[in-house]
Nanobody
Framework: QVQLIESGGGLVQAGGSLNLSCAAS????????MGWFRQVPGKEREFLAA????????HYADSVKGRFTISRDEAKTMLYLLMNSLKPEDTAVYYC?????????????????WGQGTQVTVSS
């Protein structure tokens, strides 16, 4: 089993930054690709960023490319999402996820474990 706990969400003004964290515990963290997704009520969960098990490969959605950066710290079994230049449309619940393969993926269906989510609200 893998447990994921997100933190770092909150209220920020447009143009500001937030750094989300995801603490992973359970099975060996470094084997798993990890990803960040977000969801607003009434919409499907949206892919944001993914990182391979080794950390050597990353993928980003076009909507966040150049603004968001995904990273992982193996020693601390942590996953991060640095979000810059935030916009009101970035308001959502943000989730981290883990899949039982090392290769990064962009579809939520390919992830096996999910955190409980953290709310990010960007005011205009």
């Amino acid at each position: 089993q893998v447990q994921l706990i997100e933190s770092g969400g909150g209220l920020v003004q447009a143009g500001g930054s937030l750094n989300l964290s995801c603490a992973a515990s359970g099975r060996i963290f470094s084997y798993y690709a990890m990803g960040w997704f977000r969801q607003v009520p009434g919409k499907e969960r949206e892919f944001l960023a993914a990182i391979s098990g080794s950390g050597a490969s990353t993928h980003y959605a076009d909507s966040v490319k150049g603004r968001f950066t995904i990273s992982r710290d193996e020693a601390k079994t942590m996953l991060y999402l640095l979000m810059n230049s935030l916009k009101p449309e970035d308001t959502a619940v943000y989730y981290c996820a883990a899949r039982l393969l090392a290769r990064a993926a962009t579809s939520s269906a390919e992830y096996n474990y999910w955190g409980q989510g953290t709310q990010v609200t960007v005011s205009s």
